[in-house]
């Protein structure tokens, strides 16, 4: 194709009078081509359209396009594994002419190796078992080699963004220095943009790690456009046209398409952000020797079932723990128990079903039924408590009132909540009369509370 300066030379020559064999020899051009420029008489060449191949396959890329949800990637593997061989380039070319996207420009900030990081959530459905669930997805990237990570959650509170934040950073072996977020109050405790204070508890997590948060001013998204570019490219490249079993299955896929994008080209660094980041990570603050892993600790009651409610599931225990409190540690996936005299473990449900969980060990054998005349565990823990208490319980025991252990651990509880002088003086006239109506007993006690810490005065 001749290019527009030769199509002036050679019309201000034909101009001149000149012919043109004298034009094709000065121009170094063929004659057929220095006669079309003159028949054509235009000085800009006209754009050639040549029919691509893909238009036979026109409508089906349409349909590609909204089932992927613009996603060109996940069309070209579509179209790949329908026996249609092109090139990607050919594909984004066709789609381009069939409709252009405007353009529009975007400011730009420059970061230092291992200077900032940042961070923020937003939702999407990703499709799981064959149903949309609306989830949260955590994202953290470094902002001067674009290395990625993201990850997806049921809930996101200050217990999801330490777990989250502690696989990010061993994800990426290191943190920057600065990690900025917007005014969340997940991290926020108070105060907004340069003011910002985080809680004393993600200080705490920040501390351990040696970065610290930093918030943008309200309404200035643009300050964390590292991490705000990506939530578009999750959702049309990573979420469109894909299912997943389980939420572990989506976080696990996502983990592996990280590690897949990171080491791909980019455009607009005009590099693979892993090589970018083969310069970075001498830059970023190193991991400490020990990383705990986040945990949540909550203090349950097991119910008469041997089971513990957390998080909307419960969890099965032994069956010596029955109306005790435990301790219960969730972590991000098992949730762990600490009895007495021992720990249980269980895998951890994310998400809130009202399922129970029983472990095999904890599951009564059909037909086995449970030792006759043992005593209940509350038993024990009141004889610790108020050893004197032990007379009154074996005569209350053979009242044959109410079941056993429905009375101690009535005892249990007053044993618990009472002052143990008016107590133990209401249990010895008590049975000194023969009375085992613990409902007599306790206005007994109360009695003896407001009399002995409730004195009145000479005029009252």
């Known amino acids: 194709m001749i290019d527009r300066s030769k199509r002036t030379a050679i019309l201000e020559l034909s101009r001149q009078g000149l012919g043109t064999r ?3 020899k000065l121009v170094k051009a063929s004659r057929g081509a220095v006669k079309g420029v003159i028949a054509s008489r235009q000085e800009r060449p006209e754009p050639v359209e040549r029919p691509s191949i893909l238009v ?3 409508e089906v890329i349409t349909e590609l396009t909204a089932r992927c949800e613009g996603n060109l ?6 179209l790949e594994g329908q026996g249609v061989a092109t090139a990607y380039s050919t594909l984004t070319a066709f789609v381009r002419r069939q409709a252009p996207a405007p353009k529009v420009p975007e400011g730009s900030y420059d970061f230092e190796p291992g200077e900032e990081m940042q961070h923020d959530t937003s939702p999407h459905e990703p499709v799981i078992g064959g149903k949309r669930v609306p989830l949260q997805t955590a994202s953290l990237v470094l902002c001067f080699c674009r290395m990625l990570f993201f990850q997806f959650y049921v809930r996101f509170t200050r217990f999801e963004a330490k777990v989250f934040l502690t696989a ?4 990426f072996e290191g943190s920057a220095g600065r990690c900025v977020i917007d005014n969340t109050s997940v991290i926020r405790s108070h105060g907004v943009g340069a003011a910002m204070i985080p809680a004393p508890e993600m200080v705490a997590f920040s501390e351990r790690f040696g970065f610290v948060f930093r918030a943008h001013k309200p309404g200035h998204a643009d300050r964390k456009g590292r991490i705000e570019a990506p939530f578009g490219f999750i959702e049309r490249n990573f979420l469109a046209g894909r299912t997943f079993s389980s939420l572990k299955d989506l976080n696990a896929t996502a983990r592996q398409w990280c590690g897949k994008v990171n080491g791909s080209y980019k455009r607009h660094l005009r590099g693979v952000p892993r090589d970018l980041f083969a310069l970075e990570k001498p830059r970023l603050l190193p991991l400490p020797l020990f990383v705990p892993e986040p945990e949540r600790i909550l203090v349950r009651n097991v119910d008469p079932a041997r089971l513990v409610n957390v998080d909307g599931n419960r969890y ?3 069956t010596s723990w029955i109306g005790r409190d435990v301790q219960v540690r969730v972590r991000a996936e098992s ?10 473990v269980h895998e951890r449900i994310p998400f ?3 399922k129970k969980i029983v472990l095999p060990e904890h599951q009564y054998v059909r037909g086995e039924k449970p030792a006759r005349g043992a005593p209940p565990p509350e038993e024990a823990d009141l004889l610790l408590i108020l050893p004197p208490v032990a007379g009154y319980l074996t005569r209350l025991k053979a009242s044959g009132k109410r079941a056993p252990a429905l009375l ?7 044993a618990r909540e009472y002052p143990h002088p008016a107590l133990l003086s209401a249990i010895a006239e008590a049975e000194r009369y023969g009375l085992f109506d613990l409902d007599r007993l306790e206005r007994m006690v109360l009695s003896r509370v407001d009399r002995d810490y409730f004195p009145r005065r000479d005029d009252e």
Request: net charge positive; proline share 3%; aromatic share 2%.
């Open 22 to 24: 004298r034009i094709a």
């Open 56 to 58: 036979p396959h026109a």
């Open 73 to 78: 990637k996940r069309v070209h593997e579509e």
């Open 168 to 171: 990010a950073l061993r994800f």
């Open 316 to 318: 099965s225990v032994l």
């Open 335 to 344: 949730i762990e128990i600490d009895g007495k005299d021992a720990t249980v």
């Open 352 to 354: 809130s079903l009202g």
């Open 408 to 414: 101690i651990r009535r005892l249990l509880r007053m």
